[in-house]
């Protein structure tokens, strides 16, 4: 109730500047509806400024008239909003661990390929192994750590059979090098 007191007070010292500036206040029924008023003459009032503004053609031409809106009719997901913002972002990395960890050991061959030293790829699976211990160990809850540790010495020998492999179909897909019609002395 101090609310409404403050506010009206407030609002009696404005009108009261306003009219000894020579401005009129507005008391029509676009001003809202009256103090004290019920729910039912406040949702009138909101309905009927609804309608004067359909009228006017305020809420014609907005972005997304007339479409569809997405993934209406799929099942209620109180995190809605954070699938989209993940997918519109393209965020990585988000989750708990045991997912973040899953979906890191089957793209593990892709990631490695992009690493240019032997080193670095050992470096990068012993990381691995360390982070799937760690995710072993605590107890934040969320589903369990099934993802396997990875032998370093495996994954190290099958980069460089599959940089082998490439190195070759690259070689096998070049075309010979072309020969000079003249030759330097």
Same mark, same amino acid.
């Given at each position: 109730m101090s609310d409404d007191a403050r506010q009206a007070a407030e609002r009696y010292r404005?009108?009261?500047?306003?009219?000894?500036?020579?401005?009129?206040?507005?008391?029509?029924?676009? +001003?809202?509806?009256?103090?004290? +008023?019920?729910?039912?003459?406040?949702a009138a009032f909101v309905e009927t400024s609804i309608q004067q503004a359909i009228r006017r053609g305020e809420f014609d031409n907005l972005p997304g008239a007339g479409k569809p809106l997405p993934d209406l009719g799929t099942s209620h997901d109180p995190d809605w909003w954070i699938r989209r913002k993940i997918e519109t972002e393209q965020l990585t990395g988000l989750g708990p661990p045991a997912l973040t960890l899953r @979906?890191?050991?089957?793209?593990?061959?892709?990631?490695?390929?992009?690493?240019?030293?032997? +080193?670095e790829v050992r470096?990068?699976? %012993?990381?691995?192994?360390?982070? @799937? %211990?760690?995710?072993?160990?605590?107890?934040?809850?969320?589903?369990?750590?099934?993802?396997?540790?990875?032998d370093v010495d495996a994954e190290v020998a099958a980069w460089i059979e599959r940089r082998r492999a490439r190195a070759e179909a690259a070689a096998v897909a070049a075309p010979p090098p072309r020969r000079r019609w003249f030759r330097r002395s």
């Open positions: 404005l009108d009261r500047r306003l009219r000894e500036a020579g401005l009129e206040t507005e008391t029509t029924e676009s +001003s809202g509806p009256a103090r004290g +008023s019920t729910a039912a003459e406040r @979906v890191e050991h089957t793209e593990m061959a892709a990631r490695l390929d992009a690493l240019a030293h032997e +080193s470096e990068a699976v %012993i990381d691995f192994n360390r982070r @799937v %211990i760690e995710a072993r160990r605590q107890l934040q809850g969320g589903p369990p750590v099934v993802t396997p540790t990875v």
